[in-house]
């Protein structure tokens, strides 16, 4: 006996309706439905999954000592780095950036002629500048290397360049200073160095960039950049230290220089004391002679 003589056909639409009968159309169609679910979970998952693992080289550098972030560079600080490039180096100076990035500043000074290493620690974006490289035509004149930047030696390169941030400028001072040549360009944008005031600038704002010459010259103040961060406020150069150290310095000159006055009043009182004795000296010489000559004079 089939289903439909035994229910009548209202209740067997309802039946149908809330799946109390399953016909091979409907089995098919569950089917298909939950393939289709398990795809878009599989997607999903995967995309969130793979996203996950791309994140981790830019997260990275915010829980290391040093945090260097990445932030691309702009065209108009990259002209600004080759028109240093041209005015304070000479042809085919060896280039190296340190904190590469998309490898995007390399790129641009070998295709003007300068060989070019780049520094980068992002696994990530060191695959795809070693990647561009072949694509943009200069793999001749361009190379990247996977690595700490405090652990590549600068002593042969003619030009540095650096994307700086504050705790990275401040903990390169001593690397440049040891490793660099006499000869070396330091190229810096973003950041200054904090200790050393550049030898030329170019540009204002976030697209400035400053060259910096050995011997380096001495800063006597805080960049104004650094001075709103609170991790620089026990620096030496910074307005609230300085002006303590003004003051320290103010006060042992007044007191050299008030020494330097007592002295001086003690040699002009002795000078004077001699020059009396002295004056007393010469007048009892006089005295002496006076009554000789009278005698003298009287006898002729």
Known sequence: ???????????????????????PERVAHNARLRKTGQKLVLAVGG????????????????????????????????NSILNCLKKHTPPRAKVIDLGSGDGRVCIA?????????????????WLWSSLMKYTRGVSNLCSFKKRNLFKEDLSKYDAVTI????TLMQALEPKVAKECKESAKLIVCRYPFLKW???HTYGNGID????????????HALPAIYL????????????????QQTQT????????YGEDDLNLEAHEEGSNTEAHKDGLNTEALLKELEPKSKTESRTR
Request: aromatic share 10%.
């Open 1 to 23: 006996m089939s289903t439909s003589n035994v229910i009548p056909n209202g209740e067997q639409e309802l039946a149908f309706a809330m799946g109390a009968v399953d016909t």
């Open 47 to 78: 995309a969130a999954l793979g996203f996950t693992v791309l994140s981790i080289p830019f997260c990275l550098p915010a829980v290391r000592r040093v945090c260097v972030p990445y932030v691309p560079a702009t065209q108009l600080q990259i």
């Open 109 to 125: 000074c070998a295709k003007e002629g300068y060989p070019s290493t780049g520094v980068e620690l992002n696994s990530v974006l």
């Open 163 to 166: 994307f700086g941030a504050p």
């Open 197 to 199: 005031a550049p030898n």
């Open 208 to 219: 400035c960039v400053w060259v910096y010459e050995k011997p380096f010259l001495p800063n």
């Open 228 to 243: 709103e961060l609170v991790e620089f406020s026990d620096h030496p150069l910074h307005p609230s230290n300085q002006s």
């Open 249 to 256: 310095d103010t006060v042992q000159s007044f007191q050299s």
